[in-house]
């Protein structure tokens, strides 16, 4: 039986789409070991559903988003908050949106399912909960 897979449609804020045309953009200037990982977030972009910040529902991850992610394969519990790369300290959890990781949370939702490629197979989280949206806080500036 052959498995079928269908991409989720996510969601991103205008905001948020504008700095990270501009990331990509300041990115592509430069040669940098984040050059896959750019293509990789410009297609999650391109397949986006743009919306105003006040219009974004609560349960989406945003940039500067706090969430828990579950490990499928271990059953562990992660927090994580979805950073520009400046701001990016993995010790904090502070995870950047150029990281396999960031790029494969963006714009995902409560409920959903984010798998990416690693070395040695297919990394799988679940999204647990959206513990702090900016939007959702009325954060409009972060």
């Avoid at 799988?124 to 500036?141: I, M, R, S, T």
Wanted: overall charge negative.
């Amino acid at each position: 039986m052959k498995k079928h897979t269908t991409q989720r449609q996510i969601f991103i804020t205008d905001f948020d789409m504008q700095r990270l045309e501009e990331l990509i953009e300041g990115a592509k200037a430069r040669v940098s070991r984040d050059s896959r990982n750019i293509v990789e977030l410009e297609q999650e972009l391109h397949r986006a559903d743009v919306v105003a910040p006040d219009g974004i529902p609560p349960d989406v991850i945003t940039m500067n988003s706090r969430v828990c992610l579950q490990d499928m394969d271990s059953g562990e519990e992660l927090v994580y908050t979805l950073v520009f790369p400046g701001d990016a300290n993995l010790e904090s959890g502070r995870i950047s949106v150029l990281a396999p990781v960031g790029t494969a949370m963006i714009g995902y939702r409560t409920g959903d399912r984010i798998s990416w490629p690693v070395p040695g197979g297919t990394k799988k989280l679940k999204v647990k909960k959206v513990l702090y949206q900016p939007e959702a806080a009325g954060d409009f500036h972060l």
